[in-house]
């Protein structure tokens, strides 16, 4: 496409998003036959049994009565210092690696990818990705000038990769002597896998073979956390993070943290990026990095959503209610996700491997077009390049129980 | 500064905001004497007479009263369809310039800042502002891998500097083939100048001739308009936005909007970037570029922050409610900057030329000396470059009234 007014990296396909694209139909069909009859898997987000999206009470009832000044006035750059200080807990919780950490606003987790991106990835690098990903990450290297690597995200046993993640991991640090690597876990999106902890030592073992081969190697971790308060049981989900210590000082690990589906913020945009450094210097550099980036980029973030956070963390009864709501629809969630799986055992639908999250993801060919036949059953859904995205955070545990068996169909319909 | 671990250009000094931290200092002495013998003239928000921020009853009556459901929810990537129709008038009123006009939402001014410095100014260029200017403009440019070229703002007489802002134009349009310029008017943020319609009908005719010069160069100009419901009486301050329309195609004229000072909404993050386009498929491509932007930077902006603007704009009470409201405070501030001007005149106290808006600048020598002067009188204002900037948002008429006096002293006694 040539430029007329942008300069040429800036010239862009217009069209909706896909994903609100189908989804947009989907509530069309709802209003036309009415929701019983529709199964609208498109969103991430949390949706109850009626199909409303879920806002935690334990959230807006503190978010209902902060001080009109709490919403009209800044936050300042970085982040209000109460947010700053209990954003590490909603991170980490009881699993706080020893290490430097600090932390600086972003709005959802989104802000905190693209931050580590820009100042730990140099342009026109490539970042390191899995093959199934979240699409926006190629959106944001791209705008941000960097590119993007996949490697293949599961071994033919199911499992993590590794090989194939070395393969291309040590490729790039060959190349280019730095390597941001992103990886989302636990409830990877879009297909709900979790690295197991035997997975992330192996991960660690490796990062400290190559960075002690060169000093001049930098190798950057950033963990995608958006899903975590939805992955596991207790603080299970939460073990890996202090696995991920003790590392030369040529190795860093970034978290993004997301409050956007864990607080149900997702419209009032708050999140972080933190980093668990290995020395102050490099926590500082970081903390340094990351303010200015605001400043340059979006100036400072949603102040009471920052309020909010902040004193449901620090205060025992609110974080007790709030963590017991949480739960509530966590267990819902895996619900979901059992009844979902199981039903595709039955039906012997192939799925990814899914430990828990948002999304289920199914492989096959032609995604489009099974997503169309689909659409023509009232089941709506996400193709991705490699398969279908079901998000079982979105329909009933009854509509899990017979979604497989419709979509096998809708598979071996279109591709035979 | 040597990186650790980030890349090279992402290497930053560390250290507060140093108007934050004057502010900060404000505070502490309050605290100590009460802030009736205190003038805390430093942060850029309209507080009332007793130094407490203004939140508007007619946005936060609306905001409050939304259901959780808008607070919790995504609002899509460019922003909700109602925002997008409703902030046209926000910017423009009853000035919408006959053009091709497209809205794409950001968090504040800030964010449409930096989408027009991405997307309209190449790598590497240099990007146009004043020499008195909002400081961040460099931090915008700089964190997106561009650099600021200034021009003199004023002329011997005090106007618009015509003849240098024409002279570095046409260097960087001859070195570049493209400028990005912003213009902060009316109610400039340091100094409170508006450019007049006969300046902007300069300037019009500028870029028209050069742009039939060659019609490969590309001249866009960013009107940022941060403060602009503060400034004029009526529609007054949007005169321009009419004249500046009727030029080649090769000119584009953007607007950043922000919701921050108009609709007392600093800390929801709200704003939009707006074109008003030459061709509709000027138009196309500008809201493709920002949308995309969006997606590649922060995803999407605060729901019930445009829901709120939206809601007040498309309804006639209570749009009537909110800009009575906004009048009244209008009338304060211009009532305030003139007891300033007043007094400034008495006290024979050089100011920048200054027409409407939050901050009024008293150019002096050795800034931070007089300004430390003046914090032993329990006066706090805010050292730039080439001045002190004073905020008679921030300050009562009665303050307003003694201040210069003190100024006027404070840089005899640094200066001789």
Known sequence: M?????IKSAVREAGNDPIFKVSGMAKKRIAEIGKENVINATLGALMDDDGNLVAFDSVYSVFDNLDRTEYASYAGIAGTPDFLENVVYACFKHQKPDAHIRAVATPGGTGAVRHAIRNYADTDDYVLIPDWHWAPYETIANENGRKVKAFPLFSDDGGFNLEGYFGAFDNLLDEQKRVLSIINSPAHNPTGYSLSDGEWEAIKAHYIEKANENPDYRIILLCDIAYIDFAGHGESARDFMNILTGMPENVLVLYAFSASKGY??????????????????????FAASCAYSNRGTWSNGTHAAMTT??????????????????????????????????????????????????????????????????ITKDFFIVALKHGLRFAPCAVSEAQCRIAPEMIKAAIEKVNG
């Open 264 to 285: 149900t913020m997702y419209g009032l945009r708050n999140g972080a990026i933190l980093c668990a450094a290995p020395t102050e210097a490099i926590a500082d550099e």
């Open 309 to 374: 956070l902040s004193q449901i963390i620090a205060d025992d009864t609110l974080r007790a209610a709030f963590e017991a709501e949480q739960e509530k629809y966590r267990d819902i969630l895996q619900a979901r996700a059992k009844a979902f799986l199981d039903a595709a055992k039955t039906a012997d639908l192939e799925i990814c491997p899914y430990v828990d999250g948002f999304f289920i993801s199914i492989p096959c060919e032609n995604t489009e077009a099974v997503r169309d036949e689909l």
């Open 2 to 6: 040539q430029n007329k007014m942008v």
